[in-house]
């Protein structure tokens, strides 16, 4: 909170989660909302009457009720009791005890058994034959903490042998979320799931941890103080593609990264690979502003700007000055072969809700997006 920081952590204690979540649903207020990213993903996604979205996680009763006719659960899915995330939102300027937000944000707890130990999985490649998808989206790989790490390293192996199943021509983007173990975030990186997926969503957040986890460029930055350096950012996202995406000599098949945070957003491509890249991270941006104030259309009187107007691209290599134009808000760079699209995000002044907004910024970014076939 002190940070204004989008967290999110498992909690152990079933007893006492049981008991907080029980007071949270019979306080006047609480509202149930579609949670985990996979479905609030799938959501946003089908809200396009041409799409037919096909969810795998456990869905309970409740869950089921929220979802959009659009979004097809298979009977597999469907289990006798939700599972619940608890969601504590604050406004910018809300104090607890000594801390004051910098800027409205929530944190996110939950005791979720069910997804931690990926149980849908298997259940949601065995379904892919029938269904077709011309998308594959992942998520919930940060749940994985709240298992024992032996579990947790026999049931990664296992995911990635499921992900590996899955037909090549069919792209996969995996969106992140917040994590505090390095061991997983490092398999997920190094060994495991990166290769195997096409495109990654992350925030500020991520990216920090994801560096710190691999002693990758600014890896010694202990957090980030206000609106993230673009050119420490730009570094960060220029090594992943650069170490861990497809290269001349590298079979990953990783070529995509959609950058999201509060002030701006940057979608970065290997080059050859995506096309359609300035309405995709426009598209982001602008979806960021229009849900968290609750409205269809930006409205210009509820939205700030927070990006730097003017920054540079690199702090480890000959950097170039950039200058946001307003007429043409999409900046461009490139770098051996590495693509950057920034643009800036229109912040809501008194959003309604915070939670679900990178969910789909990486959804309205994914529609707009082309794939190149090879």
């Known amino acids: 909170m002190q940070k204004g920081a989008a967290a999110e952590r498992f909690f152990s204690d079933a007893e006492t989660f049981d008991h907080i979540a029980q007071a949270a649903s019979e306080y006047p207020g609480a509202q149930l909302y579609v949670g985990g990213n996979a479905a609030l993903i799938g959501q946003k996604l089908a809200t396009n009457p041409n799409l037919k979205i096909l969810l795998c996680g456990p869905v309970g009763p409740k869950l089921h009720e929220l979802l959009d006719d659009n979004v097809i659960v298979p ?56 269904f077709q998808p011309d998308l594959v989206v992942l998520s919930g790989l940060h749940m994985m903490e709240g298992q024992s790490r032996e579990v947790r390293e026999k049931r990664l192996l296992e995911a ?38 096409n495109s990654v969503g992350l925030n500020e957040q991520e990216l920090l941890f994801l560096t710190q986890s691999a002693s990758g460029p600014h890896a010694s930055l202990g957090s980030w103080n206000g609106v993230p350096d673009v050119g420490i950012v730009s570094d960060i ?30 979608l970065v491509t290997v080059d050859g690979y995506w096309g359609n890249q300035i309405a995709a991270v426009a598209a982001g941006a602008r979806v960021a502003g229009t849900q968290a104030c609750a409205t269809e259309t930006i409205d210009s009187d509820r939205v700030f700007l927070k990006a730097p107007l003017e920054f540079v691209t690199s702090h480890t290599e000959v950097p170039s000055k950039i200058s946001l134009n307003p007429g043409d808000p999409v900046a461009q ?12 995000v229109l912040v809501c002044k008194d959003p309604i809700r915070t939670v679900g907004l990178g969910d789909a910024i990486s959804a309205e970014g994914l529609l707009y997006s082309e794939l190149y076939s090879q």
């Open 75 to 130: 009977p597999e899915s469907m289990q006798e009791t939700d599972e619940f995330h608890l969601i504590l939102e604050y406004q910018a300027g809300e104090e607890w005890g000594q801390l004051r937000a910098p800027n409205a944000n929530r944190f996110i707890f939950s005791h979720d058994l069910s997804n931690g130990a990926m149980n849908m999985l298997e259940v949601f490649v065995s379904s892919l034959d029938e």
């Open 160 to 197: 990635v042998t499921s992900i590996s199943d899955i037909p090549t021509d069919i792209p996969i983007h995996l969106e992140l979320a917040s994590m505090t173990d390095q061991d997983l975030m490092s398999k997920i990186m190094n060994q495991q799931v990166f290769p195997l997926v």
């Open 237 to 266: 996202l220029f090594w992943i593609l650069k170490k861990h995406g497809r290269t001349m000599d590298k079979a990953s098949d990783l070529t995509r990264i959609h950058f999201h945070t509060l002030a701006y957003h940057i």
């Open 333 to 344: 760079w490139h770098r051996e072969g590495i693509s950057f699209h920034f643009t800036p």
